[in-house]
């Protein structure tokens, strides 16, 4: 009896080795000559570590978490990556890698398909509202020398939006939706723990990345006082934008409760992610931003709309955790609360110094009307308003909406409210299913909260001018678009591409 003998193993890669150690000895001695000790040893020791979890890191479900990761704790105008500049923050650099990455397997790899856009409609509609204002303004923009601002505003509108396009494209499989999730109300958790931190030692660790991490610091952050106390900014550009965000995470925790991933036991997971939920409502709260809370609000009533069980939970649960959120931040709860006591002062602060840099919202808005009714259905176009710097021509309006109407015109206004609307409403019917999971089902309510209650700050702060909180919404709206194309049972069955088809049977039966 003869054995089939055994092709020796190709060596056709192993002229890879030297050439790689050769590379690698040259990196280090380059390193050790020319860049700072501990620079040079902490970008050695990330290399090093990139390659011992390449395969965790160097895969799709990697790159969402790494872009997921950018956004939540890399603060927007602290940082640049060393040679691009501080045109570009952290977050685009990442963006555009992963998007050549994309491009690269659409082209490359035979497999790799295009999923269905749900909610790219609304998202291309406001596009093309922002080129037609700029079409109709063309000669005041470059009589008024705003060209550069023309090109940014877009520039800026296209990177932003290309993040939704970016994270459908990268969700896959329903695994890696559920380590999306985990990681957004996660990050959050830990934001809202340094955030509390922050307020009570004024020491804000996402200011300090560049100690540990390959950055350059581009700006500094102010100290803005209320409530006997600095408000805190934690990874965002400003306390009511971080307020925002915190808000719209605690829908995420509170689903993760009962269908997070990890801890595996449901009464771990339930008190793990309660005490998380404590620490994004203590670090919320540390922004003394009423905004925050008037998000908060809405996101409430449209759960306990969806889900009126959630009530027994909430009392149970949020009364206990707003106490002890209280007592960590007593100052910034009682600013709060008195504000919303003391209506007619609270509306008399909307009212003051109008005219003037700093005035209140409704002090802006009759003159902000008037002069919308001249240019109502276009605007004056991307780039016309500046409010900071020697060109400023505009005042700050800490009003997205208003800010809208003035410069895409009505039609603008309408875009980019079905932006946020139309995922709201898709998720309140796709949450009515009974024949989808149920872990799927809770997500579409989470999913609508923050559709729903993103739009109404946008009346109160200039959201798209921090785009983390714009950010944060379009993650989430990925999210629903992959559960309406992906787990909608037979109906997105035949709208997705063949590649998808043996998944989505999986899903349904999940």
Known sequence: ??????????????????????????????????????????????????????????????????????????????????????????YAVLLLLILGALFTALMALPGFRCPPMVFSGPILLF?????????????????????????TGLAGYVLTFASFFTVRLL???????????FTLALAAAVVGFCAGLERVTRFNIFVHLNTFLPLQ?????????????????????HPIALGVVLAMALPLTVHQCVHAPWPKAATRRRIFWTLA????????????????VVALGVMTLLALILRPVL???????????????????????MTMLNSFLDPEKLVESQYSNPGWTGSGRLADLGPSLQEASHSLWFGTGVGSRVVTGP?????????QLLGILLMHGVFGLAA???????????????????????????????????????????????????????????????????????????????MAPRVYSQELRSGVKA
């Open 217 to 237: 610091p581009t700006g500094s952050i102010a100290d803005l006082l209320r409530g006997g106390g600095a408000r805190s900014f934690g990874s965002a550009e």
């Open 127 to 151: 596009g093309a509202t922002l080129v037609l204002s700029v079409a109709v303004n063309i000669g005041p923009l470059a009589e008024g020398g705003l060209s550069r601002g023309v090109v």
């Open 311 to 333: 009530l027994p939970s909430l009392l149970v649960i949020g009364l206990p955790m707003a106490l002890a959120a209280s007592f960590i931040a007593p100052g910034a709860v």
């Open 416 to 494: 980019a409210l079905a932006i946020f609307l139309l995922p709201a409403w898709s998720m309140v019917r796709f949450s009515r299913r009974a024949e989808i999971a149920g872990r799927h089902t809770d997500l579409a309510v989470a999913v609508a909260c923050v559709c729903l209650g993103y739009p109404v700050t946008l009346f109160f702060f200039d959201g798209f001018s921090f785009e983390q909180t714009l950010l944060f919404v379009l993650i989430l709206m990925a999210a629903g678009s992959f559960l309406i194309t992906h787990v909608g049972g037979p109906s997105a069955s035949r």
């Open 391 to 399: 060109d400023a021509n505009a005042l700050i309006l800490d009003n």
């Open 277 to 292: 939920s404590l620490l994004i409502l203590v670090g919320m709260i540390s922004t003394v931003s009423r905004t925050s």
């Open 1 to 90: 009896m003869t054995t089939a003998a055994v092709p020796p193993r190709s060596r056709a890669v192993r002229p890879l080795v030297p050439a790689a150690t050769a590379a690698l000895t040259a990196v280090c001695l380059v390193a050790a000559l020319y860049v700072p000790p501990m620079i040079a040893g902490m970008s050695l020791a990330g290399v090093s570590l990139l390659y011992l979890f390449r395969k965790a890191v160097f895969n799709w479900q990697g790159a969402l978490i790494g872009f997921v990761l950018a956004v939540m704790w890399i603060p927007l105008g602290a940082y640049a990556i060393p040679g691009v500049g501080p045109a570009v923050p952290p």
């Open 171 to 181: 969700l896959r499989t329903d695994q890696m939706l559920t380590w999306l999730i």
